[in-house]
């Protein structure tokens, strides 16, 4: 009896959190370091991407894993049909403070061309007004933009850097997101590239419960 009241409640709580009434969906989460652009080894390049949507609001956390390593000065990823169009309207480096001015938005043509990786639907890039801020080994660059739906939709993260890169390049590659690693003016830089999907808290926990309970059930049909 005891056994079958606590599988019950944890069925309970996992219902609970499927189907919780309006709720958000969690951040999209990648981690770059799958695919690199030359002859460097991804692993030197590395990065956490985290995409979240509040409202007409899209956030964007790029925190540099490299360490030491290579500044970042462009950040690439795409977002589904949903999505017309986005503006950036805030950057702010965790070891620089604010630095919109050094940061440009793009969103069409050769501009959001990522070499070896084929084109993304928006790029970020860094220094084009002369003002340049990289992303330095472990500093986070966060960036504030502004979201317009079509008609009849609702964005939330799941329309933001799952969606893969068109016309890849020499490597063959298409990614979800990618960024530019640099060494400094006149050193070397290459291209990242990521297809990983970093499980958010909500999911591992859910996967977590799951697993209990089948082993829960499994110890009971075996007593």
């Not at 080894?41 to 995409?51: F, R």
């Not at 530019?180 to 990521?194: E, L, Y």
Request: with cysteine.
């Amino acid at each position: 009896m005891r056994m079958r009241t606590l599988l019950c409640a944890v069925g309970s709580v996992l219902a609970a959190l499927v189907a919780v009434p309006g709720a958000s969906v969690a951040a999209t989460m990648l981690q770059l370091s799958d695919f690199s652009s030359d002859t460097t080894p991804a692993s030197d390049l590395t990065a956490l991407l985290v995409l979240d949507v509040s409202g007409s609001t899209l956030t964007v956390n790029l925190t540099n894993q490299t360490s030491p390593g290579y500044n970042i000065n462009q950040l690439f990823f795409s977002a589904s049909a949903d999505v017309t169009s986005i503006m950036l309207t805030g950057a702010s480096g965790s070891q620089d403070g604010n630095n919109l001015a050094a940061w440009t938005l793009y969103s069409s043509g050769n501009a959001t061309k990522s070499d070896g990786f084929g084109k993304f639907d928006f790029a970020l890039k860094d220094g084009v007004n002369g003002d340049a801020s990289t992303v330095k080994p472990g500093e986070v660059q966060s960036f504030t933009l502004s979201i317009v739906c079509a008609m009849g939709a609702t964005c939330d993260a799941s329309d933001f850097g799952l969606e893969l890169s068109t016309g890849a390049g020499g490597n063959g590659k298409q990614v979800y997101a990618a960024a530019k690693f640099v060494s400094g003016p006149m050193g070397d830089s290459a291209f990242g590239g990521t297809i990983t999907i970093v499980p958010e808290p909500g999911t591992a926990l859910l996967l977590g419960l799951g697993i209990t309970a089948l082993a829960l059930r499994r110890r009971r049909i075996e007593n």
